[in-house]
């Protein structure tokens, strides 16, 4: 059986302190062996920030705790209460995004790989609205179905992702059922990414969710998601130390963009929005496999 489905299979039973203490040695250790994660993690965090040296190995040590903290949380998220869940989220709206998607019923969500994104699905499934979101078909099959059922236990719905036929889907659910359609779009899958500009370098995006909110006419919303330190009470009522702000960006208009490059404008837009999020908390960007840098 793959290591991964088997340690996923055994946190259902495991004291959550072991597998928390397990997941941080075992990150730890690929951090100081300079495994090839660690290694992809310092170089994309190089050129996010400009780090160089002991300051860049200082953060991507952060980072690969941070990434471990992810698992750990994922594979605790079964066993989670919805008080526990809500008691390590915090929402930031300055924009009006909640009450957007009240009054219309729907919206494309776009996201970046920080921070617990699973966490703040299952959040928002009780208290925004209905989540639909397409994952990774990863490899052995398995351990994309554990992830899918996981997700699908606290109120998520998750497609494959497998080409146009899901992108068809999206917009019927979109068009029919409504929601927030959320998709993780900073590292392009699709092989047809846009090009934009982050952090003064050429990168690739995916184009999904641009094109997805001008197919149903919906607001594309991007979020970030980050960890905070919890203290006090706040940290007793979540068990753990550390709680997710889901913070809301602009609202970008489908129909303020212009016909001829409708979705590489929308994708010019949430990405601003995104790289400077990244910018100011790179540490939990959990960016360990190959990213989409034009220019290698």
């Not at 793959?2 to 495991?14: P, V």
């Not at 959040?123 to 990863?138: D, F, Q």
């Not at 090009?195 to 919906?218: D, F, H, S, T």
């Not at 919890?230 to 997710?244: D, F, I, K, Q, Y």
């Amino acid at each position: 059986m793959n290591a991964f489905l088997l340690a996923f299979r055994a946190s259902r039973y495991a004291p959550i302190s072991l597998t928390r203490g397990l997941l941080w040695s075992g990150t730890m250790l690929q951090w100081a062996r300079r495994s090839k994660p660690a290694r992809r993690l310092e170089d994309n965090l190089h050129r996010v920030t400009g780090l160089e040296g002991d300051a860049l190995r200082r953060l991507s040590r952060r980072g690969m705790a941070s990434t471990a903290r992810y698992y750990s949380e994922t594979f605790e998220l079964g066993r989670m209460t919805p008080a526990t869940v809500d008691s390590r989220v915090r929402v930031e709206d300055p924009h009006g995004a909640l009450e957007r998607i009240d009054a219309e019923g729907r919206a494309v969500l776009v996201l970046s790989h920080s921070g617990n994104w699973d966490l703040i699905g299952a959040y928002a499934c009780r208290h925004i609205a209905k989540v639909t979101s397409v994952a990774e078909v990863l490899k052995p099959r398995e351990v994309f179905d554990e992830f899918v059922a996981l997700r699908e236990k606290v109120g998520m719905r998750i497609l494959g992702h497998e080409g146009g036929s899901t992108f068809r889907e999206l917009i019927r659910i979109g068009r029919k059922e409504g929601g927030i359609l959320c998709l993780l779009a900073d590292r392009d899958l699709s092989g047809s990414g846009v090009e934009v500009e982050m952090w003064g370098q050429g990168v690739k995006v995916a184009p999904g969710p641009a094109a997805l909110a001008v197919a149903i006419g919906a607001p594309l919303i991007p979020v970030h998601v980050r960890y905070e330190r919890l203290h006090g009470r706040a940290r007793w009522r979540a068990r753990s130390r550390w709680g997710c702000v889901l913070r809301f960006g602009p609202q970008i208009e489908p129909g303020d963009a212009p016909e001829d490059d409708r979705v590489g404008h929308l994708s010019r837009a949430w990405v601003q929005f995104m790289s400077e999020a990244i910018r100011e908390h790179p540490e939990d960007w959990h960016m360990l496999q190959r990213f989409g840098w034009t220019e290698t």
